[in-house]
Nanobody
Framework: QVQLVESGGGLVQAGGSLRLSCAPSGSIFRIYAMGWYRQGPGKQRELVAVITGGGSTIYADSVKGRFTISRDNAKNTVYLQMNSLKPEDTAAYYC?????????WGQGTQVTVSS
């Protein structure tokens, strides 16, 4: 079982920035994709951004131009740089990893954006 360790959430004013990071605790033969999902109050979990092993990225339309996902392959760590944050970005953010024979979720980190 691979555990994901997340960090970087917090409280920020609208227009501010935060950076989330996520790293697996164990070794994985091959990682196909890592990404971030979020779940706001009373909402379903939704994709925010994903980066594949080859470096391709996918973003939700609501965060394009504001959020950037990146990955340090040496550390198997994925980052989500969030700029120009809006109150509607308030949610619990979950890291996700898909690899050889494994899919794991992080415990979630809260991001709260005040207006």
């Amino acid at each position: 079982q691979v555990q994901l360790v997340e960090s970087g959430g917090g409280l920020v004013q609208a227009g501010g920035s935060l950076r989330l990071s996520c790293a697996p605790s164990g070794s994985i033969f091959r990682i196909y994709a890592m990404g971030w999902y979020r779940q706001g109050p009373g909402k379903q979990r939704e994709l925010v951004a994903v980066i594949t092993g080859g470096g391709s990225t996918i973003y939700a339309d609501s965060v394009k131009g504001r959020f950037t996902i990146s990955r340090d392959n040496a550390k198997n760590t994925v980052y989500l740089q969030m700029n120009s944050l809006k109150p509607e970005d308030t949610a619990a953010y979950y890291c996700n990893l898909k690899g050889t024979g494994v899919e794991s979720w992080g415990q979630g980190t809260q991001v709260t954006v005040s207006s």
